[in-house]
Nanobody, 118 residues
Framework: QVQLVESGGGLVQPGGSLRLSCQTS????????TGWYRQAPGKQRELVAI???????NYADSARGRFTISRDTASGMVYLQMNSLKPEDTAVYYC????????????WGQGTQVTVSS
C-alpha cells in the first residue's frame, strides 16, 4: 500500500502562485508514476500532470507552461508548482500514484482545495 497526503492548497488571487506538496509513504519503491488530478464542481476530473520514475513529465494543455511537477525521491515528496493561476484553476487537487505506467491510478490522496479568486 501507498499513502498520499497533500498540502499547500488555499485561496490565491488571479495571477498568483501556489505550490502543492504530496508526501508519499508506504511501499514507495513500487511507484512507477505519480501525478496530480483536479476536479471542479460540476466538471469532470482532469489529469493535470504526471511524472514517471524516470523523470518524464507530461501536462494537460490547460496546465502546460504554467504548472510544473517535480519530485524529491529521497524524501518521497511530489510537488506541483502552479503559476499564473486563473479562476478556472479552482478545484480540489488530488495527488495520485501507481505501480504501473498505464491505466487508472490506484492510490489517491484526500485532496486539497485550491481557490483562485479576487
Amino acid at each position: 500500500q501507498v499513502q498520499l497526503v497533500e498540502s499547500g492548497g488555499g485561496l490565491v488571487q488571479p495571477g498568483g502562485s501556489l505550490r502543492l506538496s504530496c508526501q508519499t509513504s508506504g511501499r514507495i519503491n513500487s511507484i512507477r508514476r505519480t501525478g496530480w488530478y483536479r476536479q471542479a464542481p460540476g466538471k469532470q476530473r482532469e489529469l493535470v500532470a504526471i511524472i514517471t520514475s524516470g523523470g518524464i513529465t507530461n501536462y494537460a494543455d490547460s496546465a502546460r507552461g504554467r504548472f510544473t511537477i517535480s519530485r524529491d525521491t529521497a524524501s518521497g515528496m511530489v510537488y506541483l508548482q502552479m503559476n499564473s493561476l486563473k479562476p478556472e484553476d479552482t478545484a480540489v487537487y488530488y495527488c495520485v500514484a501507481d505501480p504501473y505506467n498505464m491505466g487508472d491510478f490506484i492510490y489517491w490522496g484526500q485532496g486539497t482545495q485550491v481557490t483562485v479568486s479576487s
